[in-house]
């Protein structure tokens, strides 16, 4: 089994940053692709960006592309989603999931394991 623990989410007013954090314990595997999906009220769980398991490769939905970075530090089996210039239609729970491959991957069924979700308000 693996857990995921994320951390870092809060309320940011509008063109402010925020940095998610996700911690890693349990039969990890440096291997795998990691992502950040999100989910706001009353919508479904959406994908906003993927990392390969060497961090030489990452994937955004269209809406974050240039403002949220994907990282990861494998020796301290730790994922980031650093998001800057925020907006209000980015307020939702963010979860981050490990996948059962090693590339990067937009789809859910793909993930294996889940975190808990940190919720990411964002004030106009």
């Known amino acids: 089994q693996v857990q995921l623990v994320e951390s870092g989410g809060g309320l940011v007013q509008a063109g402010g940053s925020l940095r998610l954090s996700c911690a890693a314990s349990g039969r990890t595997r440096s291997y795998a692709a990691m992502g950040w999906f999100r989910q706001a009220p009353g919508k479904e769980r959406e994908f906003v960006a993927s990392?390969?398991?060497?961090?030489?490769?990452?994937s955004y939905t269209d809406s974050v592309k240039g403002r949220f970075t994907i990282s990861r530090d494998n020796g301290k089996n730790t994922l980031y989603l650093q998001m800057n210039s925020l907006k209000p239609e980015d307020s939702a729970d963010y979860y981050c999931a490990a996948a059962r491959i090693a590339g990067v991957t937009d789809t859910p069924t793909m993930y294996a394991y889940w975190g808990q979700g940190t919720q990411v308000t964002v004030s106009s």
């Open positions: 990392i390969n398991w060497i961090g030489s490769s990452t």
